[in-house]
């Protein structure tokens, strides 16, 4: 009886190990973190002189669940963990070895917590929108240029749709895309993959063609204050209109941003709509929005006001303010509410709803 | 006499600490490490459960010197070490948290080691090529496309010289450029700027504007065998011929790469020479070159074959061979020998002594 019950164990564990996946959110060849078909999570690291070695998820809590998890050592120093199961999406983590933040040497870095953090990518059966795809693909270039506002060399971050390069003649409209806080011009492209959203939507004719910019948010001026409006307005889209080709009007402008980038979209949008004629605002952070400061002709002016958050976000109550008093306003806008918290999987979900409403 | 001596030690360090620049490879507002004008490098990181902590050189040793380096606990658990003078140049490091190599959160994170790894960007104030200038800047463009060698989606890093977008009708010639060992696409960029060695390069009519394409030298085919090669005759060239304006001929076409991707180079260009004009193998992985190997009319088929290594690299007497037994072959080459060890400030000046003799 007991060798049949070793045997079945035994089976039990080849087949589980056999159904993990390595998540894409690995260094090359990295057999971990693996992810099993139900979304439970195995952490992986050789440490043989620490202590206590344990799974943080970023900020302490996410969709992995609440950390600290703790990993068991081999005899060999492998600690390990399995967790979950977990919420489908994209999470930053870190490995506490004897209580110190580290990188699990496992996964890519990812720019999140003003630091580079690793991070995994759990994916949802439900949802492949943001995925490859096999359709033509964009690319995402790295441009650099000099700032007048910060006297500094920076970089861009600049998508182009499929065929901008053997299309010389084509003109494009450009979305200014931002993200949170203390994460940088990688987050929507690493994290979010707005250029595969895109490279979706395009290929399926449900979004117009558009050049993506994403730049980071955060430019001190010489006087050390932080401008990045004055960035965005004085050198980026002057640089971006120079050096690709894109069609330089309002009409064909946007602007969005998610978190603090969400904050920004719609404090610099507000006040530069010559600029912009549409506004995305995701899990913004907006909680002193006061609709009294918006222009009274706002609706004649924007083609596209449109709000989202994760509707398990803490920011969701300010969020439903802000629709109810712009409704109150009679202030034209879209109201979206995501299932989740704040986090990449949210803001995925949103740049896949906003992008084929723009340039329309 | 105390309290001179005190404020006498209090402006000595006020001083010291004023003279410390940041590292240009550190994140976003992160004060250390911190560089002295007599390049000694300060390390510090946040640590209070930590029982020892330690300053660890990629490989044990490089130009920061011998490790481990010990570091010193403040009472509020903040860890130290001031190192050197160390050697310009960039290099990988770890921490050691009790014995357990981590990144540096202060860090940003490079490919290395076949993991993410902290990297240190030390100036050399008799070097400046290869540092951003106000001249015009090329983009590096991520582009992703299909294998049929691997059956899987890839990316290669295209830089395209200045001016790239605004020329449309304009082609240009190709270098392929491989990282070594346990790196990525992304090493040449990153730790070696490739891009502004260029920039530098072209805006001073030393170089001829080319692409530069950069992909990552490993390449399991369907079978799980190693097919680089076969990836970038098969898959790599054409896509980018495709993709770019490239001129797509041999003439216009070389092929380099440092340790690993030298060896690559070596092999992969001859048996291509219907490919490639010129060839550079950078502290190339060639201790088993034979020169009976190579076609017989090498001289009428190469404009260019350019071999260097360091100085100071184990690799050094195999490169040294090569050069003789080349020479005794009556085979044309140069051969350059830079100050330096198996690292990454001797692969920059390489590519600067290189790039300017291509496509001439």
Redesign the interface.
């Known amino acids: 009886m007991r060798i049949f019950r070793a045997l079945a164990a035994t089976i039990f564990l080849a087949l589980a190990a056999q159904a993990q996946t390595p998540a894409t959110s690995n ?3 990295a057999a971990y973190p693996a992810i099993d078909p139900d979304r439970r999570v195995t952490f992986q690291v050789k ?5 206590t070695v344990q799974v943080m998820p970023g900020g302490g809590a996410n969709g992995l669940g609440k950390g600290p998890f703790d990993m068991t050592r081999s005899p060999e120093g492998i600690w390990s963990a399995t967790i979950g199961p977990v919420q489908p999406g994209f999470y930053y983590y870190w490995l506490l ?7 699990d ?5 990812y ?1 999140g917590w ?3 953090s690793s991070g995994i990518d759990i994916p949802d059966p439900a949802l492949d929108f943001y995925e ?1 795809k ?1 359709v033509p ?1 964009g ?8 700032s007048k506002v910060t006297g500094k ?1 920076r970089r861009a971050l ?1 998508y182009t749709p499929p065929n901008y ?2 299309n ?2 084509a003109r494009y409209p450009v979305l200014y895309l931002q993200h949170g806080s203390g994460e ?1 011009e990688r987050g929507w492209t690493e994290q979010g993959r707005a ?1 595969f959203i895109l490279d979706n939507l395009i290929a399926s004719g449900k979004a117009t063609p558009m050049i993506i910019v994403m730049e ?1 948010g ?1 430019a001190a001026n010489a006087g050390g204050k932080e401008s990045f409006g004055d960035l965005l307005i004085q050198d980026t889209i002057p640089e971006i209109d120079r ?3 894109t069609r330089a009007h309002r009409e064909h402008r946007a602007l969005a941003g998610l978190s603090m980038g969400g904050g920004q979209a719609l404090t610099i949008g507000m006040a530069n709509l010559d600029k912009f004629s549409a506004l995305g605002i995701f899990s913004g952070a907006a909680r002193n929005f006061d609709v009294a400061t918006l222009p009274a002709d706002l609706n004649k002016r924007l083609k596209l006001f449109w709000i989202g958050c994760g509707a398990e976000d803490r920011l969701i109550e300010s969020a439903r303010k802000m629709h109810a008093s712009l409704e109150q306003a009679k202030i034209t806008h879209e109201f979206h509410e995501a299932p989740g918290l704040h986090d990449w999987q949210v803001w995925r979900r949103h740049l896949h709803e906003f992008a084929p409403l723009l340039f329309r």
């Open positions: 260094v090359r060849g440490a043989p002189t620490a202590q070895i004897d209580g110190v933040p580290a990188n040497p496992s996964s890519k870095t720019f003003a630091k580079e490859p096999s693909h690319n995402v270039q790295i441009h650099w240029y000099h060399l600049v390069q053997v010389p003649r940088s250029n980071q955060y050096a690709f080709r």
